[in-house]
């Protein structure tokens, strides 16, 4: 007998709101996160708009002490601390250094790069020959499983601890294994999400492969594009999102409070075959994992309501939505509702999947689909395809049971999960 | 500087990584940075680099490797200045 998964506790450090409310407000109202950064100019970046979390000094503390605050300089592993620790709060759990040690609980938190500006200090300082005055932070803030060590201490979590990478599907393909650990009964409640530092040492590749739009940085709310004819690229953006995951069972014994169901997912490798690269995704793999995905999680695709996609505003996002229809088997007016956060936060890389489902599941939580913004000329291409009706260009409130979200990323990677509104 | 000067400054010093309040109060000489204050190993290397900084010496491996107490960090600290 497997067990069922629900999410009963959320987190969300994102560029245009921190905190569960502050995001909440900011996806119904379509607010951006897209900000210019004068270092970027500065460095000669051909992109020199993005999204960056705010958080302010005194916010830091209300999450991390100050001792572990010396000599701190790893920002993808603060909002993932913060989205993580917020989650654990919301879903009614205590933050305490003296806890008992927790065997039932784990966490799978992912990242792409950590501690990126603090390697940076280091490899400063080592080729001065002053190797002896890093400090002992380096290590734990710039390997890639600093952000699930972290957490492991914070909370005492005594069950799996680990960080799964996937570039861009990360933060999906985290929900996923979580899940998979809970449904198998291997643990009772999983910490999932991920994370991602930013500035211009994480961008500075993709400003380079020239994916990043350079043709906003006099109107940076506007920069980010999915799906619209008039897309140009991606903006990067960062920031954190989390969720607890609790097999109902130990949900309903705690009394906690029950946002969604998760109702299965599917994980996957285009293994850059067929037109699949290291960049770009193989469709056939893209629609097995979403199909796949409704296999595992027992449903047809009639039944899914809405769709955040990928779409990232590259050229690629009329590909994604030929993906989605062939997988689902859906096209036109038939075609479920779909949006893309990434017009708000703009690619926040390792973080996306993660924050971009915790939008999803406040969609179905509080039934309503947030806006795409900065669509107002949809893809002559996209038209062809899908009614524009699809493509709420504002918010709308609707009743909703099932929503589908998946993340491709670099290296020809899919996650795809579905969740499902839960009612008692 | 003088012994309770120079405790002083190596009290504020080491204040940040203590996780033990009473034995912090009741700094001396004879206090250990692992035992009493209980430090953690890796945290005793940031007290190093501290010290360093704020007397402006710098303290080799084998050196780092005596300072566990409050005795020893005075010592070596007081013989790094006279070197200066």
């Known amino acids: 007998m497997k067990n069922k998964v629900v999410i009963t506790g959320l987190g969300v450090v994102a560029p245009n709101g921190v905190g569960l409310d502050a995001f909440t407000e900011a996806i119904k109202n379509g607010k951006s996160g897209i900000v210019f950064h004068q270092n970027l100019e500065d460095l000669n970046f051909s992109c020199c708009i993005g999204g960056i979390p705010q958080v302010s000094e005194e916010k830091k503390l209300e999450y991390l002490t100050p001792l572990q605050l010396r000599g701190f300089n790893s920002s993808g592993i603060l909002y993932g601390c913060m989205a993580a620790i917020d989650a654990w709060k919301d879903a009614g759990l205590n933050v305490d250094p003296k806890s008992e040690l927790d065997y039932d609980s784990g966490t799978i938190f992912g990242t792409g790069t950590s501690g990126v500006d603090k390697f940076r200090d280091a490899i400063y300082k080592l080729d001065d020959k002053q190797v002896k005055r890093l400090g002992s932070t380096v290590v734990v803030q710039t390997m890639a499983s600093g952000i699930s060590a972290y957490l492991g201490g914070i909370l005492g979590l005594g069950n799996q601890v680990t960080t799964n990478s996937s570039a861009c599907t990360t933060g999906t393909e985290a929900i996923i294994m979580g899940f998979e650990r809970i449904q198998s009964g291997k643990a009772k409640r999983m910490l999932v999400g991920s994370c991602s530092d930013d500035g211009p040492y994480i961008w500075g590749g993709f400003d380079a492969m020239r994916v990043m739009t350079y043709k906003h940085n006099e109107s940076p709310t506007q920069g980010s594009r999915p799906m619209s004819a008039s897309a140009s690229g991606f903006v990067p953006g960062s920031g954190a999102g989390a969720f607890v995951l609790e097999s109902l069972e130990s949900a309903l014994e705690r009394g906690a409070t029950i946002y969604a169901e998760v109702l299965g997912g599917h994980v996957n490798s285009g293994g850059q075959r067929h037109s699949g690269t290291m960049t770009a995704p193989n469709p056939e793999a893209v629609q097995k994992c979403i199909t796949k995905a409704m296999d595992n999680a027992n449903i047809k695709s009639s039944d899914i309501d809405v769709i955040n996609g990928h779409l990232t505003a590259t050229s690629k996002d009329v590909l994604e939505i030929e993906n989605w229809i062939k997988a689902l088997n859906r096209n036109g007016k038939d075609f479920p509702h779909i949006n893309s956060l990434k017009s708000m936060v703009g690619h926040c890389l390792a973080a996306a999947g993660s924050i971009e489902s915790v939008a999803t599941v406040l969609q179905l939580n509080g039934q309503f689909i947030f806006p795409n913004i900065n669509c107002e000329d949809v893809h002559p291409e996209i038209l062809e395809l899908i009614a524009e009706e699809k493509i709420p260009k504002k918010i709308l409130q609707k009743e909703l049971r099932m929503a589908i979200k998946a993340s491709f990323g670099f290296g020809d990677v899919n996650a795809c999960v579905i969740f499902k509104r839960y009612i008692e | ?84």
């Open chain 2, 1 to 84: 500087m003088n012994k309770e000067e120079l405790i002083v400054k190596l009290k504020s010093i080491v204040a940040p990584y203590i996780q033990d309040e009473v034995a912090f109060s009741n700094l001396s000489e004879s206090t250990n940075f692992i035992t009493d204050l209980k430090i953690n190993s890796a945290n005793l290397v940031d007290v190093i680099l501290d010290v360093e900084d704020e007397f402006d010496i710098r303290i080799e491996n084998d050196e780092m490797e005596q300072m566990t107490s409050v005795k020893a960090a005075m010592d070596i600290v007081t013989m790094k200045l006279a070197d200066k």
